[in-house]
């Protein structure tokens, strides 16, 4: 059987669109978050999303702590904050955080204000597999919006076309 070594993997999930998004939570030394490439929904009964976390992701660490998780999905003009999140700026931490309008819904996890959308989740269970922790989710909260999504495909933010 033929082995796909990382790069190769990531340019073959990278073929596929999809929305980006900012996963947070509130731990004991404040807020944290990441770029969440890997978010996806598991069933709607029980409401339930996961996210995948690279152990690490200094994040995981607030997120077990807390209990909880928001996942914000960014908006198409808010390309600086996948930067920021996905660690393209010396932004770090609580820093990260002076960007962008942020709010809570439920948990009291962040939210980005003007998200194309928010879903707000308490964290049900971990599995971990390959230096990967798979954090599953009860949704309890979330927040609509109309605004357009940032998608990225292939590394870069795209725009959508309109129909």
């Known amino acids: 059987m033929q082995q796909i070594d990382p790069k190769a993997f990531w340019t073959a999930v990278g073929q596929r669109a999809l929305g980006a998004s ?25 409401p339930t999303m996961l996210v995948s976390i690279d152990k690490r992701t200094a994040a995981l660490d607030a997120i077990r702590e807390a209990r909880h998780f928001a996942i914000s999905y960014l908006a198409s003009d808010q390309g600086e904050l996948a930067e920021i999140f996905g660690g ?18 439920s948990t009291g996890a962040p939210v980005l204000a003007d998200a194309a ?9 971990t599995l971990e597999r390959h230096g990967v922790v798979i954090a599953l989710g009860r949704v309890v909260d979330f927040a609509e919006s109309t605004r357009e999504p940032l998608v990225m495909l292939r590394g870069r933010t795209v725009a959508l076309a309109r129909t």
């Not at 959308?117 to 269970?125: P, S, V």
């Open 22 to 46: 900012v996963v947070t939570a509130r731990g004991p030394q404040g807020p944290a978050g990441f770029l969440g490439l890997s978010t996806a929904h598991v069933c709607a009964d029980p």
């Open 88 to 105: 393209r700026t010396p932004l770090k931490g609580a820093d990260r955080f002076g960007r962008g309008t942020w709010t809570t819904l």
């Open 117 to 125: 959308g928010a879903i707000d989740c308490t964290l049900e269970e």
